[in-house]
């Protein structure tokens, strides 16, 4: 695979914004060269300095945690960036087309749509599943990106590992697969196979697990060339400060993120045994998330009547496959207890 051959031409020449510090790599210094303001900040800590544009330290980092070398990993505001970045680098607006396989996150086909790139649907199966011929059948000479989610959302399950591989395998464009919810759920997912696939683009988020979704930090590990790419084309200082320095922070902290994701996953267990018991629930899907899905008698009125109770859940009732079925995060204890008082009518 020749990442060369699948970019927008017109990278290639491209030569990136060059910001002040990318001359001089030292950290002590008498800095005149970004019009800094000497003095520190109008705040308590300093944030004066501008932040390091391609945060060495916290890949390093994320890099002993998550077993991807520091060098093919990209660092973006939230997923959504990467997600957006991915569209600007390889597909031409009004020419270029993804494959999405609905129901899916909604962020995909937005931003193809807002960098003008023809969004195609290839829907799971009623089960869930990839159907894999489906999404190579829509494949064409345009064909640029294929966005898999596993586990996906809103559904909770996980993709067949087979079926991703043989996508990865056929689709001669980059195939994309969303971890944001890796964390939850037993598979080590994909991040082993960067070898494997040059054409493997992965998603993981600090938003979900880490419980940091206010800083905006999403990660995406591919090829170095893919990160090349990626890192020309990004805004020059993407990660601000004190983002960088809090995920370290929380990189240090990593038994907190693994004891609340074992909460987590044993609240949800008993989450679905108690929506069970509750009688116009008509079925709740398996999850591998932090979150599940629910079908449930009169969706919509149930999702008004949780509202005003002060209880707010995704309402996917109209969206395909997902008919009548609403989607709840798993919440602490209380707040689990609250959902199901007030949907058994005792709230
Ligand atoms: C929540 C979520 C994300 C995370 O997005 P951020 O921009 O990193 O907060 C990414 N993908 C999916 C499928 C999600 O549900």
Redesign the pocket.
């Known amino acids: 695979m020749n990442i060369k051959e699948l970019i927008r031409p017109h990278l290639i020449s491209l030569k990136p914004y060059s910001s002040a510090r990318d001359e001089y790599t030292g950290k002590t210094g008498v800095f005149l060269d970004a019009n800094e303001n000497p003095f520190g900040s109008a705040t308590s800590e300093a944030y004066n300095r501008y932040p390091d544009p391609l945060q060495k330290e916290l890949k390093e980092k994320i890099s002993g945690i998550k077993g991807v070398p520091a060098a093919n990993i990209f660092l973006?505001?939230?997923?959504?960036?990467p997600?957006d970045l991915m569209m600007r680098a390889f597909c031409e607006p009004g020419n270029d087309n993804v494959i999405i396989t609905p129901p899916?996150?909604g962020?995909y086909e937005v931003s193809a749509e807002i960098n003008h790139v023809e969004t195609r649907k290839a829907p799971l199966s009623a089960d869930f599943q990839l159907r894999e011929e489906e999404v190579l059948k829509m494949v064409d000479e345009r064909t640029k990106l294929i966005f898999l989610?596993s586990p996906?959302?809103p559904t909770a399950n996980r993709m067949n590992k087979a079926a991703v591989e043989r996508i990865l395998l056929s689709f001669r464009g980059i195939v994309i697969v969303?971890e944001?919810?890796i964390d939850f759920c037993d598979s080590p997912g994909f991040s082993g196979k960067l070898r494997d696939y040059p054409n493997l683009v992965i998603?993981q988020?600090?938003?979900?697990a880490w419980g940091l979704?206010a800083l905006?930090?999403?990660m995406a590990f591919a090829s170095e060339e893919i990160i090349y790419f990626l890192n020309k084309i990004k805004p020059p200082y993407n990660i601000n400060q004190a983002t960088q320095q809090l995920a370290l922070q929380a990189i240090e902290n990593v038994e907190w993120k693994n004891q609340k994701v074992k909460e987590i996953i044993a609240l949800r267990e008993k989450l679905v045994d108690e929506l069970g018991r509750i009688p116009k629930v008509e079925k709740i899907f398996p999850s591998e998330a932090n979150f599940v899905l629910v079908k449930i008698q009169d969706a919509k009125s149930v999702f008004d009547s949780l509202i005003e109770n002060k209880i707010i859940v995704r309402d996917r009732s109209r969206v395909t496959l997902c008919e009548g079925c609403l989607r709840i995060t798993v919440g602490t204890e209380e707040e689990n207890k609250a959902l199901v008082a007030a949907l058994e009518g005792k709230a």
């Open positions: 973006g505001n939230g997923s959504d960036e997600i899916t996150y962020m989610c996906n959302n969303d944001a919810y998603l988020t600090f938003s979900k979704a905006r930090l999403g």
